[in-house]
C-alpha cells in the first residue's frame, strides 16, 4: 500500500464517485468516508484518518451542515452501491458462528 492519499486522490474520487458542488444536496457522512475509503484502497492508497479526510474535505470547500451530513454532496448511485455492499459483507462476516472477530 502505499502512502496517504493526496489532495489529488481526493479530487480524482470526487470526480469518479460522487455528484458535488450542487444546491440542495447533502450526504450521510460515514457513507462518504466509507466510500472514500474503499475507494482509496482499491486504489492502493491509505485513506488516513476521518479527521484528515474531514480536513481534506473542509479544504476542498465541503462543509458539515448538521452532525452527520455534509452538504454540496452527494454518492453516484454506483458508489453507494460500493459501500451497502461492503456494510452486507462485514455483517454476514460478523454473524453469530463465524469464526471471524468483529
Known amino acids: 500500500m502505499r502512502a496517504c492519499a493526496t489532495d489529488g486522490d481526493l479530487q480524482r474520487w470526487l470526480h469518479e464517485c460522487c455528484e458535488y458542488h450542487a444546491q440542495n444536496i447533502s450526504a450521510e457522512r460515514t457513507l462518504v468516508f466509507e466510500c472514500w475509503c474503499l475507494w482509496?484502497?482499491?486504489?492502493?492508497?491509505d485513506p488516513g484518518s476521518r479527521r484528515e479526510w474531514a480536513t481534506r474535505m473542509q479544504h476542498a470547500g465541503f462543509h458539515r451542515v448538521r452532525a452527520h451530513r455534509i452538504n454540496g454532496i452527494r454518492l453516484q448511485s454506483w458508489a453507494l452501491g460500493m459501500v451497502m455492499a461492503e456494510?452486507?459483507?462485514?455483517?454476514?462476516?460478523c454473524e453469530p458462528g463465524k469464526e471471524k472477530a468483529c
Open 87 to 93: 456494510r452486507r459483507r462485514v455483517a454476514a462476516d
Open 40 to 45: 482509496s484502497a482499491r486504489a492502493g492508497g
